[in-house]
C-alpha cells in the first residue's frame, strides 16, 4: 500500500481487482527466499552419507522419489541433485521441487547462477557439475539438472500418501502458525514411505502429532526418519 500510495486495505483490494499481475508481485515481498547451494555445508555432509547413500541401497522397486519444499530458486534442489548423481551416475532417481514463486521457479528452471552463488559447492562437485558459460555465470551441468523437476505449487499440495523417500523442507515452517505447522508436518509424515526422512531447518522441530510416527535421526540437523 505505501509503495503504490494507496490509503486503505479497500483501495489496495481494488487494485490487486483490477490488476492480477499485482498478486504475483505480493508474493514476491512475503516470501522468504534466503537460499545457497549446500547451505550448512554439515548438514549436506550428513545428508550425503547417512541418508542417501543408505536410501540408494536398499532394494526398490521404483526410483528414488525426494521432495524439495519451498525451493526458491532451485540451490537446495541442485545440491541434491549433484549428490545423486555423484553417488549413482546412472541412475533414475527424482527430485520434485516446488514453490510458490513464478519468479524464482523461472530462475531455477534456467538452472544459471553466478559464480559468486556457485561458491560453496564443493570442488569436486563442481568440477562436474558446474559449466562455465560467461566470465561471471555457471550452468548445472545435464547430469545433475535433469533429476529435479519444478513446479508451481505451495506447500499445502502435498499428497496426504507415501509417495517420498526424503522430504526438505527447511527454514519454512518457522514463517508458518503452530496450527499449520502440525497440519503440514502431518502431511509430510504420510507422504513418506516407509523408513523415509524428513529434514527441517535448524530453528525447526517436530510438534504435534508427527511426534509418534517420526524419529528422531540427528537432533542437530533436524532429520527425522518415518518408523
Not at 523461472?106 to 561458491?119: C, E, G, L
Not at 508458518?176 to 502440525?182: A, H, I
Request: hydrophobic share 45%.
Amino acid at each position: 500500500m505505501r509503495a503504490l500510495e494507496l490509503p486503505d486495505l479497500g483501495a489496495y483490494a481494488g487494485w490487486i481487482e483490477s490488476r492480477p499481475r499485482e498478486v504475483d508481485d505480493l508474493l514476491k515481498v512475503f516470501s522468504i527466499k534466503v537460499t545457497q547451494f549446500f547451505r550448512n555445508p554439515s548438514f549436506f555432509r550428513f545428508l550425503d552419507m547417512r541418508v542417501l547413500a543408505p536410501l540408494l541401497e536398499r532394494p526398490r522397486r521404483a526410483p528414488l522419489a525426494i521432495l524439495s519444499a519451498g525451493c526458491a530458486t532451485g540451490e537446495e534442489a541442485y545440491s541434491i541433485a549433484m549428490l545423486l548423481a555423484s553417488r549413482d551416475p546412472g541412475g533414475e532417481s527424482k527430485i520434485l521441487a516446488t514453490d510458490l514463486d513464478r519468479s524464482a521457479m523461472a530462475i531455477a528452471r534456467a538452472a544459471r547462477y553466478t559464480k559468486a552463488r556457485a561458491r560453496h559447492i564443493p570442488s569436486h562437485l563442481a568440477s562436474r557439475f558446474l559449466e562455465r558459460v560467461s566470465a561471471s555465470h555457471v550452468q548445472v551441468a545435464a547430469e545433475a539438472a535433469r533429476r529435479v523437476h519444478f513446479s508451481v505449487r505451495d506447500l499445502f499440495s502435498t499428497p496426504r500418501r507415501p509417495s517420498y523417500d526424503l522430504i526438505l523442507c527447511r527454514n519454512v515452517l518457522i514463517y508458518v502458525d503452530p496450527e499449520r505447522q502440525m497440519d503440514l508436518l502431518q502431511r509430510f509424515d504420510r507422504a513418506l514411505r516407509p523408513g523415509g526422512y524428513l529434514a527441517l531447518g535448524r530453528a525447526e522441530r517436530i510438534t504435534g502429532a508427527a511426534r509418534e510416527t517420526l524419529v528422531t535421526v540427528n537432533a542437530t540437523e533436524r532429520v527425522y526418519r518415518r518408523a
